[in-house]
């Protein structure tokens, strides 16, 4: 089971708003710590440590951040009008388009998806794949 990812910003705060504006309406909770901001899910025991714990922070090498080839940390969301919103939100917050929500044909008929790039240019993911939002061709 995943327990948390962390991403690496060298301006903390922007990449904060830019993963507040995603996960907090997803129902994260937001916390400012010395080091970065850690987002985590209320009620979970052991939330610091997950499960989906998110951390924007830093390196701890002290070195740059920069960006993984081929890395993406994807976001569920119960409706395809949440995906379209968190996308949205997503760019008003410093976020880059990466692809518009919609349907993929390479994926499943329920696959609906939408891309971005944060302030540091990491690939993030907001997808549905609920079958009662419907299908690709409905």
Do not use: W
Request: with cysteine; net charge neutral; charged share 20%.
């Amino acid at each position: 089971m995943l327990s948390y990812i962390t991403v690496g910003a060298n301006d903390v705060p922007r990449s904060g708003r830019f993963y507040a504006a995603i996960l907090i309406p997803l129902g994260y909770a937001m916390k400012e710590a010395a080091n970065g901001v850690e987002f985590t899910r209320p009620g979970v025991p052991g939330r610091a440590n997950g499960p989906g714990a998110v951390y924007v922070k830093k390196p701890y090498d002290g070195k740059e951040a920069t960006v993984g080839n081929g890395s993406m940390t994807a976001f569920q969301a119960e409706t395809h009008a949440m995906v379209r919103n968190l996308h949205a939100a997503g760019l008003e917050a410093g976020g880059s388009d990466e692809g518009a929500p919609g349907f993929r044909d390479e994926y499943s008929a329920h696959f609906y998806v939408g891309y971005l790039r944060d302030p540091l240019g990491n690939k993030v993911a907001i997808f549905c794949a609920n079958p009662a939002e419907g299908t690709r061709g409905r």
